[in-house]
Every structure is written in C-alpha cells, then in structure tokens.
C-alpha cells in the first residue's frame, strides 16, 4: 500500500522538476545577437520584388506594387524624372502599356505578381528624344507573396492551453492560500506545462533589432521598400521613393582646370554715394513729425525740426514741421501713386467696355451702354482726384512757405538722399548737440561688400567674383577698388553688388575671388559637398539606381557656387547634388 504522505512527496518533487526543465523561449537584448537567423527575423519591413534597366541616357527602376508594377524612369546623367513618355513593355509573350501616374512614376497590372519565377523584361521608350530599348529580368522567389509565419501551434490548441493554464493557475493559487505546499508544487508544475502548450516550446533564441552578423553587408533588394538606410559598409541604400522626395539629382563628373579662389570674409556697407546721415550745426530741441524706422524717405524730405534751445514759440516751431509734412505728403499724393485706385478704376471700366464692344449683337445694347457711361463716370473721378491733389499742394505750398518767414530760427533737417530710415536717434523735445547724428539714411539698391585681402594676394585677383551669405544666398560682386592703406596687416577690397538684394548693413558673407593659378579636377556644384559624421569631407558617387557611397575628396573652392575636387573622383561618375546633405542623414 502506498503511503499517502510518500505520494504527496513524489509528486511535490515532479512538479518542482517539471517547472525548473520546461524549456523557456529566451530573446537576446540588443547587441548580444550572434547568428544569421537572428539577423532575418530583425526585419523591419517586407522589400518587394525589383529590377534595374540602364542606358547611356535613361535609368529605369521596376518594383512590385501589389498587384501592379511600377516603374521610376529618370534620366541616366542628372537623375532627373522623365515624364510625357510612352513606356511600352514586353513581358514573356505579353506587351502593355504603361500608364502615367500622378506621382511621376508609371504603372502597369502585373497579373503574375504572386507566381514565382523569373520574367524577362523589355521597356521601349518613346517621346524623350531617340527612342530607346532596355532589358531586365523580375525574380520574384517563393517568399514575395506570402508572408513568413511563425512557427507555433495550432489556433484551438492554444486557446484550450489557455484556458487550462488559467484554471491550474487558479487552483495553484488556493492551494497556497490553504497551505497545501505540496499540492501547490504539482499545480505550479501543470501550470508551467500549460504555458509550454500555449507559447510552444522554442528551439533557440531569438535577437532584438542591430544584432546580426556585423560582417554582413545588404543590398539595395534587401531594405525596405521606401526607407533609406546605411548599409555595413558605409554605402547608402535610397529607393526612388526617397530620391523623388528629397529631389535628389546627380551630374556627370568631368576634368577640368580652372582658377582656384582665394576666400576672404566680407561684410555688407552701405554705399557712400547712396547713403547718408542726417546731423544738426546748432544747439537745439528737436520736434515736427520725426519718421519712422524702416520709412522710406525722398531726398529733401523734412524729417524734423531743431529750434533753439530757448525759443519759447513752440507752437510755431510744431505748426512749422506739421506745414512741412503736409507739404511732403500732398507732393506725393500729386504724383501718379496718389490717385492709382481711380486710375485702375478707370482701366477696369475701358477694359469692361472693349469686352462689349467686341460682342457687340450678342449682349444686350443696355450693358453697352452702361459700360460707356461708367467710364465715363471713372475717368470723371480721375481727374477730381488729380484737381484736388493740385489743390491740396499748392495750399501746402503756401502754408509752408508762409511759416518758414514767420521769424524763426529752426533749423529744419532734411534728407539728404532718397531711400531707408536705418536708424532714427533722436526723439521728440530732445536736445541734441553740433554734429550729432538724428537720422541715417540706407539706400538698399546700393550696396557695397567690403573684404580684406592678404598682403600679396590682392593685385592678381579677378576683377569680378562671388559672396555666398550664411543662409546659402549666392551675390554676384564687380571689383570696385582697393585701399592702398594696410588695415590690420590687410588690403581693404570693395565690390559693388550686381543685382537686387535683400541683404542688410553689417551682414556677414563669405567673399570667392578667382586667382591666377590653375588647379586640376572635377568641378562640382557646392551643394554636392558634405560632412561627414567625422569631420571628414566627402561626396556620394552613385553606384546603382539606388545606391550611393560616401567617398572622401580633397576639395578647393572656385567660387561662390562650386568647388573643384582635386582627389577622390574620377571623370564620368555620377555625384549626387542637390540632396547629398540629406543622404548624410541616413543611418
């Protein structure tokens, strides 16, 4: 007979035995991964079945899009889309026509698009210049239509594991509460089955993401279909997705020798000729209607009133400057903007009138008419308007001139130049002092950019070069001189800037001026021009459709806007340009 105590020993130690070897799925933390699986099951995203077609001028790239295909056709050279293009491909025994998307690229139906094998693949392009053939060939393996599933159990087992896990864990928890240890012993053992039954029993670990082999290099088939990502050896991996979004471009690279530039830090001055200051050459108190800062101002202009310092007449002093400032006003509003609203009135009004006219027997002659008689009614307008502008002037004339000979000795300031109040020092009843400075006038159409060269280096520069601002502005400067006084060891330069402007006095740039010495490479936009995460210089040479690599390259600047690479590049690859800086971002 067996003892009851004997028996509940026996299986308190087989369930103990039983919970302490149930095998546990284990999953590695990042950066303990060892195995090539592993690596497979870090994926992040399915990649669709590809192909690659290239020519001496076109560059078409061919993805699996559900159940079409897609196709991104660019030119071979500038990495530019192509678009207004007929693509015609032949697919096996089946030809069809490709039809232009919203997004720039083309699509087709590709009925085989869930049937492995490997189809032959022929594009003719037609409508960007010669016509053009290519060919290529779509794999699609078994994994492309169907998704990899986990291994494990099957769905009714699982959830009859389940609910058997929840009933052990139930009566293993009462039997502790009883203090029943052993029993307890033998539930948590069933307990620890149970949970085997539901989760499976796993026959090896299982890595966290950035854990594979870190030897392993992908390729551009390998990622994601529309995310960047850097590969183990540096290269970048960029769908067409990607390219189209950034706008990424490439050029051809070609040799070349040019004339480095010497760069000198500038910064932008205000022209003496356009620009000025505005001083009183008495003692005084300062009042009239003073201008606003950013105001625009004629030259002439009355800006304020200094009287003397006692002079009690200051309601003669203010009636003064407020004579002054109507008299300003009133010959702006007597010039063509002061009565632009009816003279676009009266445009409007012909405009209405030539329309009808022309459709004349076909609308109604009351529309007609009534179009004559508001141009006339416009043109009515105008000419008040410009009557009453000459009237309000010649009363401000006179006014004013009446006030200037009321007897008084206000010194009135006036604007020696046209263009922008910069700086307005002065306020209303201040007294200000001989020379000193109420008003500084800025033209912003004349500009100056003044550098410094080396000594030495100043006389065999180029009479024209270029300014780049901090923003990535690039200003085209003419040489307008340098100072034959040394400034701190320097040559003082100036340029004129050719061209409009909207840059301000005191702004930094950085000054390009061609030298006379020859320098050998390959010349490439700035923007092509990175840095890397070390500091390091380099530029991305495309290698495939979509791929790059970052390649170190000794650069010299030739002007505002490209640099020659002296190293690194040969003549005919393809460099990424406009982008590159965010291809760097990539990792």
């Known amino acids: 007979m067996i003892n009851p105590r004997s028996l509940k020993s026996r299986l308190s130690a087989l369930g103990l035995m039983t919970a302490i070897t149930l095998p546990v799925p284990l999953w590695a933390g990042p950066g303990h991964d060892h195995g090539t699986e592993a690596a497979t099951a870090s994926v992040a995203a399915p990649t669709s079945p590809r192909f690659e077609a290239v020519s001496d001028r076109f560059e078409v790239v061919g993805r699996l899009d559900g159940e079409n295909l897609r196709l991104w056709v660019d030119d071979w050279a500038t990495n530019a889309p192509i ?5 015609n491909l032949t697919i096996g025994p089946r030809k069809a026509l490709a039809k232009a998307d919203v997004d720039g690229t083309y699509v087709l139906p590709f009925p085989e698009h869930d049937t492995p094998g490997t189809y032959p693949v022929t594009i003719s392009l037609r409508g960007a210049g010669e016509p053009a053939l290519l060919g290529a060939s779509l794999v699609i393996d078994d994994s492309a239509g169907h998704a990899h599933a986990e291994e494990g159990l099957p769905l009714g087992l699982m959830f009859g594991g389940a609910a058997l896990l929840l009933g052990v864990a139930g009566g293993a928890l009462f039997l502790v509460r009883r203090k029943r240890a052993g029993l307890a012993l033998v539930a948590f053992g069933l307990l620890a089955g149970s949970w085997t039954l539901v989760t499976g029993t796993p026959s090896e ?3 966290g993401p950035g854990h594979g082999d870190e030897g392993h290099t992908d390729v551009a088939g390998d990622v994601p279909d529309n995310r960047a990502m850097r590969l183990a050896d540096g290269d970048i991996v960029a769908p067409k997705p990607m390219q189209r979004l950034i706008g990424l471009r490439t050029i051809l690279a070609g040799n070349s020798a040019e004339g480095s530039a010497l760069q000198l830090n500038g910064v932008v001055i205000a022209d003496p000729n356009g620009s000025g200051v505005v001083q009183a050459s008495s003692v005084g108190r300062v009042s009239g209607q003073l201008p606003a800062l950013g105001q625009r101002v004629v030259k002439g202009q009355v800006l304020a009133l200094v009287s003397p310092a006692l002079d009690a007449d200051v309601s003669l002093i203010t009636a003064r400057g407020a004579a002054e400032t109507a008299l300003a006003e009133a010959e702006l509003a007597a ?3 002061g009565f632009a609203a009816e003279a676009a009135e009266l445009a409007q009004a012909r405009s209405r009138l030539d329309r009808l006219t022309r459709l004349e027997g076909v609308v109604p002659n009351r529309e007609i008419a009534e179009a004559r008689t508001a141009v006339d009614a416009a043109a009515a307008r105008l000419n008040l308007a410009k009557a009453q502008a000459a009237a309000r002037l010649r009363t401000a004339r006179t006014e004013a001139s009446r006030l200037r000979q009321a007897g008084s000795n206000a010194e009135v300031l006036r604007a020696p130049v046209s263009g922008v109040i910069s700086a307005v020092s002065v ?9 000193q400075t109420a008003f500084t006038i800025t033209n912003p159409d004349q500009l100056l950019v003044e550098a410094r060269a ?13 300014a780049r601002t901090s923003d990535g502005r690039n200003l085209l400067l003419i040489r307008q001189g340098e100072g034959l006084a040394m400034v701190d060891g320097a040559a003082p330069l100036r340029f004129k800037i050719d061209g409009p402007s909207s840059l301000r006095v005191g702004e930094p740039v950085m000054v390009f001026i061609t030298g006379s010495e020859q320098t050998a490479g390959v010349a490439l936009p700035r923007d092509a021009v990175v840095k890397g995460a070390n500091g390091q210089t380099m530029v991305f040479l495309k290698q495939a459709a979509e791929q790059f690599q970052p390649t170190p390259v000794t650069i010299t600047d030739l002007d505002a806007n490209r640099v020659i690479a002296t190293s690194g590049i040969k003549a005919g690859t393809r460099v990424a340009t406009t982008g590159a800086p965010l291809l760097e971002q990539v990792r």
């Open 83 to 87: 678009e207004g293009t007929s693509v």
């Open 205 to 207: 670990l299982v890595a």
């Open 335 to 337: 010039g063509p903007s």
């Open 427 to 435: 306020a209303q009843g201040q007294v200000i002092n001989p020379g």
């Open 454 to 466: 080396p000594s030495g280096k100043s006389g065999p520069l180029a009479a024209t070069g270029s």
